[in-house]
């Protein structure tokens, strides 16, 4: 009963290893010869954005550092 139930099991595993997977939620695998330029656009966009934004903050903050230690 036990060696049968071992059997199962690992063949079971087996099963998962050998077959090619793909996630859940996907119902379709992507084509890489045609990007998808809106998504494409929306990330680097976003990497601009974050990078102004952290220039921006990185300005403010050394004019209050100079002010504050009476270094300007």
Known sequence: MASSVGVVLWSRAHLFRTQPFRGMFTSRKNDYS?????????????TVALWVSLSMQYD?????????????
């Not at 403010?60 to 300007?72: A, C, I, T």
């Open 34 to 46: 045609k990007p998808n330029w809106l998504r494409v656009g929306l990330a680097f966009g976003t």
């Open 60 to 72: 403010k903050d050394m004019k209050e550092y100079k002010r504050r230690n009476g270094l300007s």
